[in-house]
């Protein structure tokens, strides 16, 4: 079985990867746009706001309700969607303090 060194890293280094790897396909940006624009939607709502099939949509669904990034609740035969507020504080906390790091003047770079 194949040792992975994922538990080398920090929490917070996990979790930026993440939240990352989440982020990482256009479509999922999309319906995260798309999600902040709304209160909640219905996952067909979001299946006619994107060139993608709904299985497709569903799949993108998933990795970002994994990731922690949206909550979805069961509504009879379909599921709302909505960012989840309290994860998306904590992902934005974590990429502000990664992209406020100060670098020290470099002489050359490259």
């Known amino acids: 079985m194949a040792y992975s060194k994922k ?62 990034l949206i909550q979805g609740e069961i509504d009879g035969p379909r599921v709302c969607y909505c960012i989840d507020k309290e994860n998306w504080k904590e992902a934005k906390a974590i990429f502000t303090e990664l992209f406020n790091l100060k670098f020290d003047a470099m002489k050359k770079c490259c």
């Open 7 to 68: 538990t080398e890293f920090s929490k917070i280094e996990i979790k930026a990867s993440e939240i990352a790897k989440a982020l990482s396909h256009p479509a999922r940006v999309a319906i995260i746009q798309f999600l902040a624009e709304q209160k909640s939607c219905i996952c067909n709502d979001i299946v006619e706001q994107l060139p993608l099939s709904q299985s497709t949509v569903s799949q993108h669904l998933k990795e970002l309700k994994n990731a922690g």
